[in-house]
């Protein structure tokens, strides 16, 4: 039965435009008869040389078979529904699909695909569901399999669970059946093109400006930084903010799973892990990569998260003369990351004791940085806290600067400030003697602090 006649056979109006038919079942045969466009192109065209053509040649190609599939099934569609046509018939061969605007939207930060039929995003910190949908399960797998054959990966029965990034760099989840039990999921972190400066955070609410100059400084004395928070905090922001104020003269090595890291100097050499191949072999872990910066003359080393054992190299290369370092940690409070570094040091198989663990961090990292996604959407710097040294046993700690939250508006803003503790850091005879901090700069800093 042609498309035509399953219209009159399912009673849609045949008024010239479908404009009915797409509110109920004429939506369902238009997703067919762009099924069935994708289908014929695929049958007609080799796909993989229709992508190396030019995109306006690409177009005519399938505007072309468009054309003589609505003759034969005789369908009469206006501009604007041909128009919609061709493009999602154009996202089906080159892009993701039903996700590619999605893509696009600059307002969109995280895609979350549940399953075929719940598609979530997010938008100024907040979770949205959306009228996006996949035909069916075989769909979603296809976008699935294009995302990762693209960056030579697989993923199948014996191997449920990648990683992998788009070519724009986003970064992209996916898990399939038998793990998934509602059918494949994915997820994609969405990159941003045009990274964000400090004047964004101070607009936002992440940081005020004392705190942002406060940031820079320690930067450029080369403070070693831990960042910490949950997922989706907002730790690569503000590393890649905090990056922002490394000097163009220094040689920057960047060590990350999946490349995020937009870091504007001239002199960087990135780095990125990669996963074993088909066979099992070939697997290049963080730890290696660390080990390696450490011989290819560093002014400073980035690592995009710690997560294993690369963090007592992570922390040997602090101690040895590679200050300024950077990096970010999954954990709920700065006590709580000290606690989980010193978890995937013992991971390391080391065989150090406690307390040489936490003379290992205590001498190492100089300042911890707590990042939290607030009630509201908004991601902010709750607190700025330096490590003093030990304490007996312990890793010795203060707060510097904390967020203080006094409620929450009746639109659902957090109200709140940020507030210097009045202890007076350490690192601040650093910053003068680096010559750094001025004198009426540190009389600023010291007012502050009264607050």
């Given at each position: ?73 005789r369908i009469p569609l206006n501009r ?39 598609v979530f995003v997010e938008r100024f ?106 997922t989706g905090s907002g730790k690569t ?215």
């Amino acid at each position: 039965m042609s498309l035509r006649e399953r219209l009159r056979a399912e009673q849609v109006p045949q008024n010239g435009n479908l404009r009915d038919a797409v509110s109920a079942k004429g939506e369902k045969l238009f997703q067919e008869l762009k099924a069935k466009i994708h289908s014929e192109l695929i049958n007609r065209i080799d796909v993989s040389n229709l992508v190396r053509l030019d995109r306006e040649k690409a177009q005519h190609e399938i505007r072309a078979i468009l054309e003589k599939l609505l003759l034969q099934e005789r369908i009469p569609l206006n501009r604007g529904e041909e128009k919609r046509l061709l493009r999602e018939v154009e996202d089906e061969t080159f892009g993701l699909g039903p996700l590619e605007p999605l893509l696009s939207d600059p307002t969109v930060s995280d895609i979350l695909v549940n399953h075929p039929k719940q598609v979530f995003v997010e938008r100024f910190g907040k979770l949205e569901l959306t009228d996006v949908v996949f035909r069916n399960e075989a769909h979603l797998r296809q976008i699935i399999d294009r995302i990762v054959s693209h960056v030579g990966r697989r993923i199948d029965e014996s191997q449920p669970m990648v990683d992998a990034r788009l070519s724009d760099g986003s970064r992209m989840n996916a898990i399939i059946p038998p793990l998934a039990l509602n059918g494949p999921s994915l997820s994609i972190r969405k990159f941003k093109t045009d990274p964000l400066k400090t004047g964004h955070l101070i607009s936002f609410g992440t940081i005020n400006e004392p705190i942002a100059k406060l940031l820079g400084l320690i930067v450029k004395a080369k403070l070693n930084i831990m960042i910490s928070g949950g997922t989706g905090s907002g730790k690569t922001t503000m590393l890649n903010i905090l990056s922002g104020y490394i000097p163009n003269s220094e040689r920057i090595i960047t060590i990350e799973d999946a490349a995020e890291l937009q870091l504007q100097q001239r002199h960087v050499v990135r780095l990125e892990t990669r996963p074993a191949n088909l066979e099992g072999r070939g697997s290049i872990h963080q730890r290696d990569l660390v080990r390696n910066a450490l011989r290819m003359r560093p002014d400073r080393i980035i690592v995009g998260e710690v997560r294993g054992a690369e963090a007592l190299d992570m922390l040997q290369a602090m101690n040895t003369g590679h200050e300024g370092s950077l990096t970010t940690v999954h954990a709920n409070s700065p006590r709580d990351a000290l606690y989980r570094l010193e978890t995937m040091i013992l991971m390391a198989e080391s065989n150090l004791v406690e307390w040489a663990i936490n003379r290992q961090m205590a001498s190492a990292i100089d300042v911890v940085i707590q990042v939290s996604r607030m009630s509201d959407g908004v991601r902010r710097m709750v607190s700025l806290s330096e490590v003093t040294g030990m304490e007996e046993e312990v890793v010795a700690m203060h707060d510097i600067v904390v967020f203080e939250q006094k409620g929450v508006s009746r639109e659902g803003k957090v109200v709140g400030d940020f507030r210097f503790t009045g202890v007076r850091p350490r690192f601040l005879d650093r910053l003068i003697t680096a010559g750094l901090l001025q004198k009426e700069d540190y009389n600023l800093f010291q007012g502050v602090a009264r607050i």
